[in-house]
């Protein structure tokens, strides 16, 4: 309190006041290194010269911002669900910090309005504002420190704009979203039961594995074979959007699958043959190949799926 008094006495005495003014109706404090907001906002599409010749944008205060946003929600969460399961506290995180949630609150709050980008890069990028905000959650722990970043994201964010126990409740799909995403991308997957044992209480656990073009991707635990399976596909779809070594892994996968195919089973002449849909359910495996696309749409098909059951959730 004393500092956001202080920093408006300060302000008296500067020409600029309207863009503090502005970041305090946001924010409730008035910044002290404005300078780091405003390079939150900038997209690098808008990218300026520093005086060193160092390209400026906000892709470094995204990252840094993301990390930030990851313990100031965890923080928020583990003391507002007291007792509840390590699985139940992640799972209510993501809800949180993914990029539909983060991108609703933006322009909630304004922030769509304030970004610096251009008009062709804003028609293909639908996280752009999402992006910024993690930017700005950057900019605010550089400036302010981590407890402002909680007090920011308790009063200004979750208080107005997010209900804790609904998006706990929210079920969100992980195994048919990944499931979308195979099929859109003509990826095969499998989903194998490893494990089925005991824990201490002797309740029965399962462990699956997914398997992406036979190679090992994401694994999960649970006390059923359905939880230990939205468990892998989380972690499946996790790394997928986070390692470019994996990536490149099934990439390859995949192109010597359809290449040995291609050769054994069909005829010289199929350019006009459509692909054939296989999809095979069993007690352990799923394996689904099928529709057309480009890997660089996995972030919107997942986007899409959530930002359903969030409204599902909050119009019930």
């Not at 970004?115 to 930017?135: L, P, V």
């Not at 099929?183 to 699956?208: A, H, R």
């Not at 005829?267 to 054939?276: K, R």
């Not at 529709?291 to 749409?297: A, P, S």
Request: include cysteine.
């Amino acid at each position: 309190m004393f500092s956001n008094i202080t920093d408006k006495i300060r302000l008296l005495f500067r020409k600029d006041k309207e863009p503090y003014l502005c970041f305090y109706k946001m924010l409730g404090f008035y910044p002290r290194n404005i300078e780091i907001y405003q390079q939150a906002l900038l997209h690098k599409s808008s990218s300026i010269k520093s005086d060193k010749g160092r390209l400026l944008n906000n892709e470094r205060l995204e990252f840094l911002g993301d990390a930030i946003l990851d313990a100031v929600v965890a923080d928020i969460v583990y003391k507002k669900f007291e007792g509840r399961r390590e699985g139940f506290l992640t799972n209510t995180r993501s809800k949180i910090v993914q990029r539909e949630t983060l991108n609703r609150v933006a322009v909630e709050i304004g922030l769509d309005k304030l970004i610096k980008y251009t008009t062709r890069q804003s028609s293909h990028n639908s996280y752009m504002c999402g992006n910024a905000f993690e930017a700005l959650v950057g900019a605010i722990y550089l400036d302010k420190g981590y407890e402002t970043c909680k007090k920011f994201m308790e009063e200004r964010i979750i208080n107005r704009y997010l209900n804790l126990e609904k998006i706990s409740r929210k079920e969100v799909n992980f195994k048919s979203k990944l499931i979308e995403w195979s099929q859109k991308n003509k990826f095969e997957i499998m989903f194998n039961l490893l494990d089925q044992s005991f824990d201490d209480q002797q309740n029965p656990t399962f462990e699956t594995q997914v398997m992406v073009e036979n190679i090992p991707a994401g694994a999960g635990k649970g006390y059923s074979k359905k939880e230990s399976q939205q468990e892998a596909a989380h972690e499946t779809l996790t790394k997928i959007k986070n390692d470019p070594q994996f990536i490149d892994a099934i990439f390859a996968a995949k192109a010597e699958r359809e290449k040995e195919t291609s050769a054994a089973d069909k005829p010289e002449d199929t350019a006009a043959m459509p692909e054939e849909t296989v999809i095979m359910e069993q007690e352990n495996t799923f394996i689904s190949k099928e529709g057309d696309g480009y890997f660089q749409d996995t972030e919107r098909i997942i986007a899409e799926a959530e930002e359903i059951a969030f409204r599902q959730e909050n119009n019930g």
